[in-house]
């Protein structure tokens, strides 16, 4: 079992809808709950983070955790064409170095 | 603009060449990352400086050497490049090493070994 998994995708969800990410992880001690997105071609770049279990809310982005499950979930709302991208999951342990990333999943909005 | 700056972003090696990628931060972060990306892999961590003076291997580190040059700098050696060295590989850095903080990620050096 991988560390940090996620579904590869395509996710295609159409234009004003909302597009569900999940992601589940291996680690019990895993502290920090991080999403990046990487358009293609281009570097990881930090959209959310959480550490507490529940939902977290930043702008059109809500971050769900839910530790007992092992999961953390992204929800864009309103998706855009602009919302195309891989979103990268990421999981750290505190106290430690140990941070591992999902392969992503890739998101299509379609217009 | 404040960021971390990678060079060079493409280059192209034969077999057993060399080669150092550059890395700076200019937004007084503490540590610093060399990833790895490949297809189907994820990003990869080579290795990691918490602070000044001090570095350490992740998870693929054998075929790299790191130096990290002062708060700034952060550089990633291939002594001895192979096929496999192959991929995308980024620096990235963070106020705090074992901190919950997310990263900040370089443009990339994209890498090829033929």
């Known amino acids: 079992q991988k560390e940090v998994e996620q579904n590869s995708g395509p996710l295609s969800v159409p234009e004003g809808a909302i597009a569900s990410l999940n992601c589940t992880y291996s680690d019990r001690g895993s502290q920090s709950f991080f999403w990046y997105r990487q358009y293609s071609g281009k570097s990881p770049e930090l959209i959310m983070s959480i550490y507490s279990n529940g939902d977290k809310e930043d702008g059109r982005f809500t971050a769900q955790l839910n530790k007992a499950s092992q999961y953390v979930s992204l929800l864009i709302r309103d998706s855009q064409p602009s919302d195309s991208a891989t979103y990268l999951c990421a999981v750290k342990t505190s106290g430690t170095y140990k941070y591992i990333f999902g392969t992503g999943t890739r998101l299509k909005v379609l217009a | 603009n404040a960021g971390v700056t990678q060079t060079p972003k493409f280059q192209v090696l034969k077999t057993g060449q060399s080669m150092t990628l550059q890395c700076a931060q200019d937004m007084n972060h503490n540590s610093m990352y060399w990833y790895r990306q490949d297809p189907g892999m994820g990003l990869r961590l080579i290795y990691y400086?918490?602070?000044?003076?001090?570095?350490d291997k992740g998870e693929v580190p054998n075929g790299y050497n790191v130096s990290r040059l002062n708060k700034r700098e952060f550089s990633l050696r291939l002594e001895s490049a192979a096929p496999s060295q192959t991929s995308v590989y980024f620096c990235?850095?963070?106020?705090?090493?074992?901190?919950?903080?997310?990263?900040?990620f370089g443009s990339g050096t994209r890498l090829t070994v033929v």
């Open positions: 400086s918490a602070s000044e003076g001090t570095t």
């Open positions: 990235a850095s963070s106020e705090a090493h074992t901190e919950n903080y997310g990263y900040t």
